[in-house]
């Protein structure tokens, strides 16, 4: 399919740029608030690429958006608004590039854990399970294959790195970080909140097989949902009616861009490669799938 429109790759808003730039989104501090723009760099083991691919900035935006909303009565998020009207009158002279791919948003404290729920085994866990038989301290059954789906969910936190992987710790270790209370806390949101992804998603025909959520605190100690929110960045999502399980699944993220690096035997060092436009047209259409099956709608 041809691309809509070049990717978004960098941002200024007001003719400055941003405070903070991480892999994908662009951080601007206005007053009290942020405003978040997820632009369309993608990232494979651990580098920004030096494509992006069009619109999955607004796929993650507008994703993490529907689900910020049908999960708040689990626990409160973030968003102030996502209407570029209502934003301050100096950032609507940029509306046309923050259209449907920025929020602005409560600032908080970000707590220093990623949670991760996972419902099958995959990844970094999977890979734990084969070298020790548990992942994150977590005894798991003997015999289970690569994407089995577990006995029950678990909830498997990791520390947040500054640069390279987060790093799979206990809850334990988890609770040792920010308090073993405050863990308890958020294994029950983050549980929570996996069953409520779980249970819409397989109504659209796809497996939400783990999933990382983020969490703030506030001043007067109350806790949000921050960042994203069940988007193909965070999650693997795979196509139901093709689970197999014994093997890696297909799935609706950046597939196609770690298959192509593999290929070009890239030794993910300095420099970056650039993707070739069918892998960056086929990782699009991934992410604009995913959107529209999980939420019913078209791309704004």
């Not at 590039?97 to 948003?105: I, P, Q």
């Not at 490669?273 to 991934?286: A, C, H, N």
Request: proline share 7%.
């Amino acid at each position: 399919m041809s691309l809509s429109a070049a990717p978004l790759l960098e941002t200024r808003v007001n003719g400055i740029a941003p405070h903070r730039r991480g892999k994908v989104r662009d951080i601007y501090e206005i007053g009290d608030a942020l405003l978040m723009i997820a632009t369309d760099r993608i990232s494979a083991f651990d580098y920004v690429l030096g494509s992006g691919i069009p619109d999955k900035g607004k796929v993650l935006t507008q994703l993490s958006a529907f689900w910020f909303e049908r999960t708040r009565g689990i626990v409160p998020n973030h968003v102030i608004t996502t209407d570029v009207d209502d934003y301050p009158a100096p950032l609507r002279r940029d509306a046309e590039t923050l259209r449907g791919r920025s929020m602005l948003v409560t600032r908080t404290e970000p707590i220093p854990v990623e949670c991760v729920a996972r419902g099958y085994l995959s990844g970094s866990g999977w890979k734990e399970y084969v070298a020790t038989g548990s992942v994150c301290g977590i005894p798991l059954p003997a015999g289970l294959r690569e994407s089995d789906r577990l006995p029950a969910p678990i909830f498997t936190p990791a520390s947040k790195a500054q640069s390279g992987h987060d790093i799979n710790i206990s809850e334990d270790e988890a609770g040792r970080i920010v308090g073993h209370e405050l863990i308890a806390r958020l294994k029950a949101l983050t549980l929570d909140l996996y069953a409520t992804g779980v249970a819409h998603a397989d109504t659209c025909g796809i497996i939400l097989a783990d999933t990382k959520f983020e969490f703030g605190r506030l001043a007067d100690g109350g806790i949000l949902l921050i960042d994203e929110v069940m988007t193909p960045d965070s999650s693997r999502y795979w196509p139901r009616d093709q689970y197999a399980p014994g093997g890696p699944q297909p799935s609706f993220d950046k597939q196609f861009v770690r298959d192509y690096l593999e290929s070009i035997r890239w030794n993910k060092q300095p420099p970056v490669p650039s993707l070739p436009d069918e892998v960056v047209s086929r990782t699009r259409e991934k992410y604009v799938d995913a959107y529209r099956r999980l939420t019913g709608r078209s791309l704004e």
